[in-house]
Every structure is written in structure tokens, then in C-alpha cells.
């Protein structure tokens, strides 16, 4: 075997390259130890085979006077410059550059593409004996003819570059570029592709997100800002709007308690003042959702606050008593003069902050409409209370003892002051018996917290008791 390869020599280092192809193309891309340790090899081995048989590709071939085995020994030794830079571009690539993702990428790929520059020019200076110099100042030249023309594209190559280097953000996190916001899906050498919330791919050049101001809402990946802007007209008092906006925050059990959320006045003019409420939440997948909440909650809790938007001049304004029945969703199917008519047998009472309104297993005599204010619901949980959720305008308690007589099952407590309206259970009994769909629709409403108080309890943790020999011996002592 080893009178063959020096026999022929330049016949083994073609077909070690062939082998090289068909190895790498073999062994599965999962398994990048496997070809890079099978590339080294037959680079090794090539380089030996090369060396043994007198060449070297730091010289030219050796064999000037036989044309075809010059002329393959040429070949052979080019060969040998380009499979080093091969071979120590995936080496330190697996070594230097671990690829998550694609973080590293085009780094990489830019390395790679310089190694094999220097190769190629140490393969014509050393092999073919060409005039470096000469070669690098037409290079150069062609080089900075290239460069302008395609400044821009490389203005986005070398922007990918920082951008992947910094990692201010990487794909799959939700990001906004100058406004726009989506997903990111692919970062290339030109342009970093966002998939954006109305389902379409944003592309936008990296030489732009380099130099644009980027919001990176992934990070920290357990904290999420999400607010709302309200405009509200200048004569309305800001306190007002305000307070209001404080309770729409307090009202939500989405938002984290720290970072703290807040309210404040965003911009103002002669006629509107644009308010904004922001906190935080937990995920990002919940986001849409807990926009839509602070909205109807900000509007709940500002028409009780008495700041309307969009009011009817041409209708008399009603009593908040009147108004609230509108909200109440178990009155909808009343008419308009049933509805008069209920107002009137309601009843305010206040409630300052964190006092109880109903204790479980309290029997309420009335039903109550949350006027003003957030209301915590609290269920047992066999150890002390839980919350269950929060209450706002238009809400109702004490269901329980309006359809059977039963005892409350949650303890309702105020979070901030609140005005209630009661609605004395006769009243409230009339129109059970006149219209079935209020008795349906109050049957539902505590059907519904009923199952909801359940799965909250099932999602609990289950506290785990101490048990064996250690216990045993806790006992006895």
C-alpha cells in the first residue's frame, strides 16, 4: 500500500479529495464533531501524502520538465491552500463561534471569507509565483471600485456584523425597529425579517437597525411593559382622570406589583391632555389581552369618575344609579322604564379603602352594584384567603343570596374607596319573577364564578406533609 501511494502520489491526493466530499456529504449535518474530526483527518492525511511525495505548497511543483505531472502537482498544491482554509474555517468556527441559532453567523461567514482571500493570494505568490504585489494593488483598486458601488450592501454586511457581535436582540424576540414591531425570524447578511402582528414580514436593512432606536420587548424575559393613552378634554380636572387611572391599574391582576405601575400625563394642548397608564406584566403572549382589559377598565372607572367622551347632548343626562343599570349585564333585557324604575329603589353606600363588604358565608338581604372603586374578591382556601380577581364599576355582589338565600363563598374586600348601590332583594325578586332571563342570567354569572373559584383552588400547589421514620420520630418527642 505505501509503494502505491509513493508510486503515485498525486492519483492518492486527487481521490483523498474526492473521499473528503463524499465523507462530509455522508455523515449527517447533526453530527458536526463527526465531519469536522473526518475533515481533519483527510486534510492530515493529504498534507502527508503531499509532503511525502516531495511537493510542498510553499513551493512550486517540483517536476518542471514532465508538463502533466507539473501541471497536476499544480493543481494539487492550490488545492492544498484552499482545503487549509476549509478545513480552519469550520475548526474555529466550532471552536471560536459556537452557532446557537443564528447568533455568530455572519461573523463566521466574514471570517471564513478572509481566510480564504489569504489563501487564495498566499496560493498564487507561493505555488504559481505570481507578483503578490502587483496582485494586491489591482485588488485594491478593484477592491475600492467594488466598494463603491455596492456601499450600501456593505453598509448592511457590517451592520449585520455589530448586530450579531452586540446581540441587542436575537430571533424569536419580539422587538420594535423605529416603530415597527414584529417578531424576528431571520437575520441575513442584508436585512433582519420581522413578522409582524397583522401576520405580514416586515424586512428592514440592517444598516437601518443599527442606527435606529430598537425596543427589545423579549428582555428581561420575565418583564413586560404594556400601557394605554386615553385623550380627555382639557376642562376636566387632571386629578380626576388620574385617580381613575390609578384604579384601572389596581383593577387588573395581570399587571406585577413591581415594577410598580403608574399614571401620568402624557402631552396637553389647549383643548385635549393625553393621559397614559402603564405596568407590567409577566409574559408577552397576554399582552393584547391586558391592553383590552386596561381600556374597559379606564372607561368603566372614568365614566364613574364622571368624565365622559362621547355624550348625547340631545338625551337628558341620567343619574349614575340610571347609568350603572346600562353596565350591569344581568339587567340588559329590562326596558328602558323598568330599568327607571329600579334606579330609583337604589341606594349608595361608601366604602373606604380595605374594609370588608361581605364575609364568607355572610347571607346578603341585597344586591350590590360597584359604583366607584376596585373590589377584591377573596375565596378559602382551607388555610386563610386567596384572591380570586378584581372588581370594577358595574359589577355585581351577593348573587348568592338573591336566587337561593345562600351564604356568600367569597369575602369581597375594597382595594381603594368605593361608592356601592344596593338593590334591595324585593326589588331584585320582582324582576326575577317577571323576567326569566335576569333569574338565567344571575344563575350563569354565579355558575360561572363558582368554576372559576374551583380551578383557581385545583391550580393551587398542594402543600406536601411530612411522613416516615421522621415524623414518626417528631411525634413521639
Known sequence: MLTFIQNHPLVIGAALLVLDLLVWRAIPTERKSWRIFARLGAFLLFSWVLIDAGMSPLQPAPWPEDVSNNLLATVL??????????????????????????????????????????????????????????????SGAMAIIVGLALQSTLSDVFSGIVLNTTKPYQVDDVISIDGTEGKVVDIDWRSTHLLTGQGSMAVIPNSVAAKAKILNFSRPSNVHGVSISVVVPAKVRPRRVLDALEKTLQGSTALLSQPQSRASVKSSNEEFVEYEASGFIASMDSKTEVRNLMFDLAHRHLEAAGVVWNADASQAPWTRPRALLEDVKI????????????????????????????????????????????????????????????????????????????????????????????????AVRNCLEQRTEVKSALSKLQHFRQQASQSLLLRKPVEIKKGGFLNWLHKKS
Not at 478545513?87 to 466550532?94: D, E, Q
Request: proline share 3%.
Open 331 to 426: 339587567f340588559r333585557s329590562l326596558t328602558r322604564e323598568e330599568k327607571d324604575a329600579l334606579s330609583q329603589s337604589m341606594t349608595s353606600v361608601e366604602y373606604p379603602a380595605d374594609q370588608v363588604i361581605l364575609k364568607v358565608g355572610e347571607v346578603s338581604d341585597y344586591l350590590l352594584v360597584i359604583g366607584t372603586g376596585v373590589v377584591s374578591a377573596n375565596i378559602p382556601d382551607g388555610t386563610g384567603l386567596i384572591e380570586a380577581g378584581r372588581m370594577g364599576p358595574g359589577e355585581i355582589l351577593g348573587v348568592e343570596g338573591i336566587i337561593e338565600g345562600d351564604s356568600a363563598n367569597a369575602e369581597f374586600r375594597t382595594l381603594t374607596a368605593c361608592i356601592l348601590f344596593r338593590i334591595e332583594k324585593d
Open 77 to 138: 498544491e492550490i488545492f492544498w491552500w484552499l482545503f487549509a482554509a476549509r478545513t480552519l474555517t469550520v475548526v474555529l468556527g466550532l471552536i471560536l463561534i459556537p452557532r446557537t441559532g443564528h447568533a455568530g453567523r455572519l461573523l463566521q461567514d466574514v471570517m471564513g471569507a478572509v481566510i480564504f482571500l489569504i489563501a487564495i493570494v498566499a496560493a498564487a505568490a507561493y505555488v504559481m509565483q505570481l507578483p503578490v504585489k502587483g496582485l494586491l494593488a489591482t
